[in-house]
């Protein structure tokens, strides 16, 4: 997992909902006054008015003869991406929405991304150069979001860490990677061509609000990746590729783990932490040249 040096986390400064809808310009967040306020045109539709693509993954189990997720505070079932997950909202005028806790951990790179979302749609027909946004409308639910503060984790990683290298590790917000892949379920023997956005949202404000997310394409991080070692990219080498699906991981704040910072002098004996959260998504969008 040595490939997180060319990732760049784009912080999305949030502001206060002036006009409802969405305006071509860079990355926002917007408040919405419910789940469902408007919609535009789209290439594409992920989620959305009642139908879902998305599926995923789990790595928790909880047993005897592995404790590696036996902290966490839910069942093994709760971290399960599932179709009984897209579900009516009752504080969303009767709509479905996809909900899910993922969990992403903190010291050891192994199964980081302990669960995840997931879907592939390559036989569409989309390809990279055709997408300018993708526009994501999800609640940060306080219920089963479980996230340590940056003092929490200098308590906890001083002897190993610095301060500065606390804040290299993790913020202490709701951290999400939403990744366009150009391969169908692309596997790490092979090269693939990616499109990745880091979002980050402060939950301490915005949890249980739903808001629109507008994230333009040429704000995406763009590289090829095989065997976890990543490579910078461009959309004039691979813009013509077909987009092969969508991922959303649970993440930190710059994609690091502890055994990322402290290389060689990391060890298993130190104590894992995990960064817990619940989201609700009721749209996902990818929108082209046309659809402004």
């Not at 969990?103 to 879907?119: A, F, M, P, Y």
């Not at 979001?145 to 500065?164: G, M, P």
């Not at 949202?201 to 333009?216: C, S």
Request: a negative charge; hydrophobic letters at 35%; one cysteine or more.
């Amino acid at each position: 997992m040595q490939g997180y040096q060319l990732m760049k986390t784009k912080t999305i400064f949030v502001a206060a909902l002036l006009l409802l809808g969405l305006e071509a310009q860079a990355e926002s967040i917007r408040v919405l006054d419910d789940c469902y306020t408007g919609s535009v045109p789209a290439l594409y539709t992920v989620l959305g008015s009642g139908t879902s693509a998305l599926g995923g993954w789990s790595h928790i189990e909880k047993n005897e003869s592995n404790d590696e997720y036996n902290s966490l505070p839910l069942k093994e079932e709760e971290y399960r991406i599932a179709p009984k997950d897209f579900v009516t909202d009752p504080q969303c005028d009767g709509l479905k929405v996809q909900n899910a806790i993922l969990v992403v951990k903190l010291s050891d790179w192994t199964r980081q991304h302990s669960n995840g979302l997931e879907t592939t749609f390559a036989d569409v027909g989309l390809r990279f150069s055709d997408l300018t946004y993708v526009v994501l409308d999800v609640r940060v639910n306080s219920t089963n979001t479980e996230i340590e503060d940056i003092e929490s984790l200098k308590a906890r990683y001083s002897q190993h860490l610095s301060d500065d290298e606390i804040s290299r590790l993790d913020r202490g917000k709701v951290t999400l990677s939403l990744t366009l892949f150009a391969n169908d379920l692309p596997d790490e023997s092979s090269k693939s061509f990616n499109a990745e956005f880091f979002l980050e949202i402060d939950q301490t404000v915005y949890a249980d609000k739903w808001v629109r997310v507008l994230l333009p394409l040429d704000e995406f991080e763009l590289f090829t990746e095989r065997a976890y070692q990543r490579k910078q990219a461009s959309l004039d080498q691979y813009g013509q590729s077909l987009v092969g699906g969508l991922r959303i991981n649970p993440e930190t704040s710059h994609g690091n783990q502890l055994r990322n910072l402290l290389g060689d002098s990391w060890s298993d004996s130190i104590p894992e932490t995990f960064k817990q959260m619940s989201i609700s998504i009721r749209r996902i969008d990818l929108l082209g040249k046309v659809d402004r």
